[in-house]
């Protein structure tokens, strides 16, 4: 009799266990990363169990976007290890909704700019690599990039087309260059102070 309450008693205190397990978890984690280096955009989902802070599943997605491609195409970034960093995730669950921020925060709007894609295209192929690859560090550099992206859509309008002769480009050039690498300097003083 005292085995079969023994028992008992642990069976429901099992049942009770999964049912906590099942009513709270498995909590999922989903979260997006931005690679420094050409600008793609990586998608992570993770499953764990509640209290624990190692999941036990991983699946994680890359995206291209329109400057990781311009990147790729005009050959300034080829075969690299992507510099993932932490761009923007949350945690949902019936503990708390909790939300977290990384750097990689600050350059998704240059990453999935048409304007600055197009940008760098027409960088390349008019003026020179070194320029365009000067524009891609400004572009992936969490400090800069805020300033780049809205240097290129804002003060300089680019077209998210591009140019496709050289004399429109020249013409833009003379119009805006100054605008955008002056309001870059302006950012770089008032905020980059250290
Ligand atoms: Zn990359």
Same mark, same amino acid.
């Given at each position: 009799?005292?085995?079969?309450?023994?028992?008992?008693?642990?069976?429901?205190?099992?049942?009770?266990?999964?049912?906590?397990?099942?009513?709270?978890?498995?909590?999922?984690?989903?979260?997006?990363?931005?690679?420094?280096?050409?600008?793609?955009?990586?998608?992570?989902?993770?499953?764990?169990?509640?209290?624990?802070?190692?999941?036990?599943?991983?699946?994680?997605?890359?995206?291209?976007?329109?400057?990781?491609?311009?990147?790729?195409?005009?050959?300034?970034?080829?075969?690299?290890?992507?510099?993932?960093?932490?761009?923007?995730?949350?945690?949902?669950?019936?503990? !708390? @909704?909790?939300? =977290?921020?990384?750097?990689? %925060?600050?350059?998704? /709007?240059?990453?999935?700019?048409? *304007?600055?894609?197009?940008?760098?295209?027409?960088?390349?192929?008019?003026?020179?690599?070194?320029?365009?690859?000067?524009?891609?560090?400004?572009?992936?550099?969490?400090?800069?990039?805020?300033?780049?992206?809205?240097?290129?859509?804002?003060?300089?309008?680019?077209?998210?087309? !591009? @140019?496709?002769? =050289?004399?429109?480009?020249? %013409?833009?050039?003379? /119009?805006?260059?100054?605008?955008? *690498?002056?309001?870059?300097?302006?950012?770089?003083?008032?905020?980059?102070?250290?």
């Amino acid at each position: 009799m005292a085995a079969a309450k023994f028992f008992r008693r642990w069976y429901v205190l099992a049942l009770l266990a999964t049912g906590i397990v099942l009513l709270i978890g498995p909590c999922r984690f989903g979260y997006y990363s931005v690679c420094s280096v050409c600008g793609k955009i990586r998608h992570t989902s993770q499953r764990k169990l509640p209290l624990l802070e190692v999941p036990y599943w991983t699946e994680n997605c890359e995206e291209e976007t329109p400057l990781s491609e311009a990147c790729r195409a005009t050959g300034l970034v080829g075969d690299h290890q992507h510099e993932w960093l932490f761009g923007h995730g949350n945690n949902g669950g019936l503990s !708390g @909704f909790s939300c =977290a921020l990384g750097s990689g %925060e600050l350059i998704t /709007a240059a990453s999935q700019s048409k *304007e600055a894609a197009a940008f760098i295209k027409c960088v390349v192929r008019f003026e020179s690599k070194d320029k365009a690859e000067n524009w891609r560090k400004r572009l992936l550099d969490p400090l800069l990039s805020p300033a780049a992206v809205g240097a290129i859509e804002n003060i300089g309008k680019f077209p998210a087309a !591009g @140019f496709d002769n =050289a004399a429109e480009y020249v %013409e833009w050039k003379k /119009a805006h260059e100054k605008a955008v *690498e002056d309001s870059i300097e302006e950012y770089r003083t008032h905020y980059l102070r250290d």
